[in-house]
């Protein structure tokens, strides 16, 4: 074998040797890159995924914290908007889920941990001096005043 060939077939399966790597490398990526329900996740746990596996709802991992004079841990309705859209677990686009996927989450609880008896807020307005909260002592939905307390429990989605 020439010295140029000996150049060429070294070439060739350094060329070889980098696709295999790449192929191993992207089969990795995706793997990793398909959360499960109960995963820990872009901040949160997943509490949903779509049909294509790429796209979902995540919980954070715990409830907001805040004071209402009632107790550690609830807000008003418009105090739990404000508090949803905190910078927290170095994400910035958490928000006040609606009832739908509050219902997720209330579905996916025991993946979670960390969630309390009691009712959450959900975005979704009845009228304009109500909005929906779920009980997650029984998973009943139900509307209530804005000025009543309840806890929040922030979404994002990947």
Excluded at 3 to 20: D, P, Q, S, W
Excluded at 63 to 69: H, I, K, L, R
């Amino acid at each position: 074998m020439t010295r140029y060939e000996k150049k060429y077939v070294t070439r060739l399966l350094t060329v070889f040797l980098l696709a295999g790597l790449s192929m191993v490398t992207l089969s990795s990526l995706s793997s990793a890159a398909t959360p499960k329900i109960g995963d820990s996740f872009n901040g949160g746990v997943v509490i949903y995924v779509d049909g294509t596996g790429q796209h979902g709802l995540i919980a954070a991992k715990a409830d907001m914290t805040g004071s209402s004079g009632k107790g550690e841990g609830f807000f008003n309705w418009y105090g739990a908007k404000v508090a949803a859209n905190k910078f927290l677990d170095g994400y910035c686009d958490w928000f006040l889920p609606n009832k739908e996927q509050l219902n997720q989450f209330y579905i996916h609880r025991s993946s979670v941990g960390g969630i309390v008896d009691t009712y959450y807020w959900s975005s979704s307005e009845s009228d304009d001096n109500k909005a929906w909260a779920q009980d997650f002592s029984n998973g009943q939905q139900l509307d209530g005043k804005k000025t009543n307390t309840s806890h929040v429990r922030p979404m994002r989605i990947f």
